[in-house]
């Protein structure tokens, strides 16, 4: 996948697995979700369920749970045509943004995906 296609193009259910490690540079967060380093930062901004590990010289260190936050910020505003405060207001209603509801459909997608993969 390129990181250069537009981030409207790319659907969630097709990013990348997210990997076993604990923590992702904004680089590596950038291209396992699809968008660019910047509008990272501004989610930071906009999002306060985004908040990123930061070390010294405020690099910035994302854990799982931050990448799934930032695809669920990039589902709600690209493929679900939510404006940013839209985007905000539907995870501020669920506290942490991220339902075990959304958890279970995201495997299940995927079960199904492989399973019509085995069956051709």
């Known amino acids: ?13 097709e990013l990348p697995p997210i990997p076993g490690k604990r923590y992702f540079t904004i680089g590596e967060a950038s291209k396992l979700c699809v968008v660019k380093p910047h509008v990272l930062r501004y989610w930071e901004q906009e999002f306060s369920q985004l908040k990123p590990v930061t070390r010294r010289g405020n690099r910035r ?6 990448i799934k936050m930032i695809r669920k910020i990039r589902s709600l505003l690209y493929e679900e045509g939510f404006t940013i405060t839209g985007a905000r207001h539907k995870l501020g209603r669920k506290g942490e943004g991220l339902s075990v509801k ?3 459909s995201e495997v299940r997608r995927e079960l199904e995906t492989l399973l019509s993969f085995i069956s051709k």
């Open 1 to 13: 996948m390129s990181h250069d296609l537009a981030a409207t193009e790319v659907k969630v259910s």
């Open 61 to 66: 260190y994302y854990q799982q749970n931050d």
């Open 102 to 104: 959304a958890d279970i």
